[in-house]
């Protein structure tokens, strides 16, 4: 096994304290997000969350030698690649996807076996571990008709066939709800959901004494 990187160089702005979460750690975020790296508090009060050692899992890439600490938590479980001072991983990319503990068997997963490897370039993952995608499913289930009358043919009749009358609707089709106004089907299986954005914590880098000025 490899030995861990070094520590990063001290941030770029003078500590009041240390930020006791550990790197790695991912949370959701559900405000405005300053794309740049300048400044703590714009004017629109947009968070810049770099600034606070934290950056947008959005599966960017990142230079080995400049995030340490990440690197070491992470290595190509989500991508990477590159040689020597080129060398990069990726950010794990959570846009559009439910988070899942993962799991050894499949007592609690049961489309364990389904997993797939990151779909990343270079990632190098378990097919089934920490970092594995699974595509969305339906559960098996089935249904049961009844009131259909009509008549059919009695073997080895050949003589015209009562067409059936169903009694009920047909479970194929798009649905909404008793309004009429709003889909129930559509191109996936999802329950209800708010949009964040999840935030991985990058380094340690305290409060900005910045913020208390």
Same mark, same amino acid.
Request: negative net charge; hydrophobic residues 25%.
């Given at each position: 096994m490899p030995p861990a990187p070094p520590l990063p160089p001290a941030p770029p702005f003078p500590l009041a304290r240390h930020d006791w979460l550990p790197v790695g750690v991912v949370l959701p975020f559900a405000g405005r997000i300053v794309a740049g790296k300048d400044g703590f508090a714009p004017a629109d009060f947009s968070t810049n969350v770099e600034? @606070?050692? @934290?950056?947008?899992c959005n599966g960017?890439?990142?230079a080995c030698g400049d995030y340490p600490e990440l690197y070491a938590a992470l290595g190509n479980l989500y991508g990477g690649g590159g040689e020597g001072s080129e060398r990069f991983f990726c950010l794990p990319d959570y846009r559009g996807y439910f988070l899942r503990g993962v799991a050894t068997d499949n007592q609690v997963d049961k489309g364990f076996q389904e997993r797939r490897q990151n779909?990343?370039?270079?990632? !190098?993952?378990?097919?089934? =571990?920490?970092? $594995?995608?699974?595509?969305?499913?339906?559960?098996? +289930?089935? +249904?049961?008709?009844?009131?259909?009358?009509g008549g059919g043919a009695a073997p080895g !009749?050949?003589?015209?066939?009562?067409? $059936?009358?169903?009694?009920?609707?047909?479970?194929?089709?798009?649905?909404? !709800?008793?309004? =009429?106004?709003? $889909?129930?089907? =559509?191109?996936?299986?999802?329950?209800?959901n708010i949009a964040v954005n999840y935030l991985i914590k990058y380094a340690s880098l305290g409060w900005p004494l910045q913020l208390h000025r």
């Open positions: 600034a @606070w050692g @934290w950056m947008i960017r890439k990142l779909p990343a370039p270079g990632a !190098d993952g378990a097919a089934n =571990g920490l970092g $594995s995608v699974q595509e969305g499913m339906v559960q098996m +289930h089935e +249904h049961q008709y009844e009131n259909y009358p !009749d050949t003589g015209p066939v009562n067409p $059936s009358s169903p009694q009920q609707p047909y479970t194929t089709g798009l649905y909404t !709800d008793s309004s =009429g106004t709003t $889909s129930l089907s =559509g191109t996936e299986t999802r329950p209800v």
